[in-house]
């Protein structure tokens, strides 16, 4: 199971990016997908996460900005970032749950993109 994600950049504040990510390779179904960030010096977070039934889990910080959603025929899955902010500067991950044969489930996670918010 690979994960491609794409889409960072530097931008000014009050901007608008979207991340994507795309799952390939061998896997019977992907549950959860999600992406994570790591701003230097800082641990890695939850940004936000979707399951397959749609239900959305998100830190307080990106509620009102930052929008996830998924595309099941593409295995793919978006973060929609708006009103950026210096503060959400890191690299983003993604991360999905894939079952794979035989039937096992793992968490598979990108190569990261960066995001650079400047004020």
């Known amino acids: 199971v690979q994960l491609q994600a794409s889409g960072g950049g530097s931008v000014q504040a009050g901007w608008s990016l979207r991340v994507s990510c795309t799952v390939s390779?061998?896997?019977?179904?992907?549950?959860?997908m999600g992406w994570y960030r790591q701003a230097p010096g800082e641990q890695r977070e939850l940004v936000a996460t979707?399951?397959?039934?749609?239900?959305?889990n998100s830190t307080d910080s990106v509620k009102d900005r930052f929008t996830i959603s998924r595309d099941f025929a593409k295995n793919t899955v978006y973060l929609q970032m708006n009103t950026l902010k210096p503060e959400d500067t890191a690299v983003y991950y993604c991360?999905?749950?894939?079952?794979?044969?035989?039937?096992?489930?793992?968490?598979?996670w990108g190569q990261g993109t960066l995001v650079t918010v400047s004020s």
């Open positions: 991360a999905v749950d894939a079952i794979t044969n035989p039937l096992k489930i793992d968490r598979y």
């Open positions: 390779g061998n896997f019977v179904s992907i549950n959860n």
């Open positions: 979707i399951t397959r039934a749609g239900n959305i």
